[in-house]
């Protein structure tokens, strides 16, 4: 009965919005199984021009249907991505788990990176958070999504800017939108602290957003993205 529920609601969807995948735009499933499978289980290492100061993966490398999905989600508001995606991002962090890469702790918190708020609102929210929570809702009770940054709105988009023009655009830009909660300040030996972004293309936005943590008395353990340029 539910599943038939199911499948009439699926069918009135697809009915309102033309569903395409979001990696090949094959029409009738956001995510088909081509696409799942050229995206791996295992994160990559990421070495950024602009020192992070913390390890750094991503789930893959910007190409191929992870870059298709990414900028679908980001610029066309394709919130039908964010489980898709949200999936991609909770099990590279499980591969991390199992790699010991992250130090085993009793809670995980993702922080997202800041986006700016007019890019973010023109877009229909803010498609990083929607990330960090849908994977950390698929971790279970112990992983948290914590939104704790912000970032001026005089910064430009920094499409086009080099990696020195990313960081003086960004220099004194991120900040925290509320105090950390204390679980999180160092030291927290049972808290791991991750940053989570969609794209890492200099790492000048990553390394303004651990300044910024770590300013305020947050230790970060490391960067993940979903997809490292
Ligand atoms: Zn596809």
Not at 24 to 43: F, L, M, N, Q
Not at 89 to 112: K, N, Y
Request: proline share 9%; charged share 20%.
């Amino acid at each position: 009965m539910a599943a038939g529920m199911r499948g009439v609601l699926g069918a009135a969807l697809e009915l309102a919005v033309p569903v395409e995948c979001g990696g090949c735009r094959r029409p009738g499933t956001p995510w088909c199984p081509r696409c799942a499978a050229a995206v791996r289980d295992d994160p990559v290492v990421l070495r950024p021009r602009v020192e992070i100061g913390v390890p750094a993966w991503a789930t893959g490398r910007y190409r191929g249907p992870l870059r298709t999905a990414v900028v679908d989600l980001k610029e066309h508001r394709r919130a039908d991505l964010v489980p898709v995606l949200g999936a991609v991002l909770a099990r590279s962090l499980l591969r991390l788990a199992e790699w010991e890469a992250i130090v085993p702790a009793a809670r995980l918190a993702l922080v997202p990176a800041p986006t700016r708020v007019l890019s973010a609102r023109r877009r229909g929210g803010d498609p990083v958070t929607a990330l960090a929570r849908d994977a950390a809702a698929r971790l279970g009770p112990r992983v948290a999504a914590v939104p704790l940054l912000t970032i001026a709105p005089w910064t430009r988009d920094s499409a086009g800017l080099s990696a020195g023009g990313r960081l003086a655009n960004l220099h004194g830009a991120v900040r925290l939108v509320r105090r950390p909660p204390p679980a999180l300040k160092a030291p927290h030996p049972g808290t791991v602290v991750l940053l989570v972004d969609d794209v890492l293309t200099t790492g000048a936005t990553a390394a303004s957003a651990v300044t910024a943590l770590e300013a305020s008395g947050v230790a970060v353990s490391g960067v993940v993205v979903l997809a490292g340029a």
